[in-house]
C-alpha cells in the first residue's frame, strides 16, 4: 500500500521580511472578513445611539472647528461656507487616525490571540484598514448629504477631473495610516514608553495638516513644511476635487506617493521582523 505523503498546509517562515504574503491572506479570508465585523460592531455595541455615531461624532467636530477656527479664530476657508471646508478634512482625518491608532496597539490587544492560534498575522491590521474604511464611506455619504444642502440653497461648488483620484487618495491615506501604525506597534513592543506618545503626537500631526485652514492660509514661511506632511497633499486634492479650492499638484501627489510606500513597506518590515518574537517581549 503506497503511503500518502501529501500535506494540506505548510507553515514556514516567510522568505523575506517586506511581503504581505498575501497567498496565505487569501486563504483565511472568512477569518479577515469576521475581524472586520468585529471591528465594525464593536464600534457602536452597547451604545444608546448605535450606528448614528458615525454621523454624530465628525458633525460635533465640525461645529466645533467652525465655532472655534471660524468664529473664534476668524481663520480663511478660501470662501467656503465654514462646515462645507471641514467635514472632508475631518473625515479624511478620522479615517487617517483611526489608521494609526488600532494598528499602533495591534501586538498587545492581540497577545491573547496571537500566542494561541496560528493565523497570517498581518490579517488584524489589514483588516482594521477595511473596517475602518466602511466606516469612511458612511461618513462620505454624509458630507454628500451636506453638500446636495448647499447646493439647493444656491452655492455652487466646482467638482472636476480631479474627482478621479478619489480611490487613489483613499488608498494613499490607508497605506500611509497602517505603514505609520506598524512601526509605532513595532517599536512599543520594546519600548512601552512610545504607547504613551501615540494620542498625544496624532493630535499635533493634525495641526501640522491642512485639517482646519487651507494650505494658503498657514504662514508664508511654515507653508513649505506643512506641504511636506503627506496628509497635507491628500486632503487639499480631496477638496480641489470636489469644491475647486485647494491645491492640485502631480508633483506633489508623486513625492507623497513615494514617501508612502517607503513609510508602508518600512511598517511590513517591522511588523514581519517582530510579530516572530513578540510574545516573548510584549
Known amino acids: 500500500m503506497s503511503r500518502i505523503t501529501q ?5 514556514k517562515s516567510k522568505s523575506s521580511n517586506y511581503t504581505l504574503d498575501l497567498k496565505s491572506t487569501l486563504a483565511y479570508k472568512d477569518l479577515f472578513f469576521l475581524f472586520i465585523k468585529r471591528d465594525f460592531v464593536a464600534f457602536y455595541k452597547q451604545t444608546i445611539l ?3 455615531w458615525f454621523f454624530i461624532q465628525p458633525l460635533l467636530t465640525m ?5 472655534v477656527f471660524g468664529k473664534i479664530g476668524n481663520i480663511s476657508t478660501n470662501n467656503l461656507p465654514k462646515p462645507l471646508f471641514y467635514l472632508p478634512g475631518i473625515i479624511c482625518w478620522n479615517y487617517f487616525a483611526e489608521c494609526i491608532l488600532k494598528n499602533s496597539t495591534v501586538f ?7 500566542s494561541k492560534v496560528y493565523f497570517p498575522r498581518i490579517i488584524l ?4 484598514v477595511f473596517s475602518s474604511m466602511v466606516r469612511f464611506f458612511i461618513q462620505m455619504l454624509l458630507f454628500v448629504v451636506v453638500l446636495v444642502i448647499y447646493y439647493i440653497n444656491g452655492f455652487k461648488f466646482h ?3 480631479a474627482i478621479l483620484s478619489l480611490p487613489f487618495l483613499l488608498i494613499l491615506m490607508a497605506a500611509l495610516g497602517q505603514g505609520i501604525g506598524l512601526i509605532i506597534s513595532s517599536l512599543t513592543t520594546k519600548y512601552r514608553d512610545l504607547a504613551l506618545l501615540v494620542n498625544f503626537g496624532v493630535q499635533l500631526l493634525m495641526f501640522s495638516t491642512t485639517v482646519a485652514y487651507p494650505l494658503a492660509a498657514a504662514p508664508k514661511n511654515l507653508q513649505f513644511w506643512i506641504a511636506l506632511n503627506p496628509m497635507t497633499t491628500i486632503l487639499e486634492t480631496f477638496r480641489y476635487s470636489f469644491l475647486g479650492q485647494g491645491q492640485f499638484s502631480l ?7 513615494i514617501a508612502t510606500l517607503i513609510i508602508f513597506f518600512t511598517g511590513i518590515f517591522l511588523f514581519n ?5 513578540f510574545i516573548d517581549t510584549i
Do not use: C, Q, Y
Open 251 to 257: 508633483t506633489a501627489l508623486l513625492i507623497t506617493t
Open 7 to 11: 500535506h494540506e498546509w505548510v507553515i
Open 63 to 67: 461645529f466645533v472647528f467652525t465655532f
Open 159 to 161: 467638482i472636476n477631473i
Open 125 to 128: 491590521p489589514m483588516s482594521i
Open 108 to 114: 498587545r490587544d492581540n497577545a491573547n490571540l496571537f
Open 273 to 277: 521582523k517582530v510579530e516572530k518574537d
Open 50 to 52: 448605535g450606528p448614528l
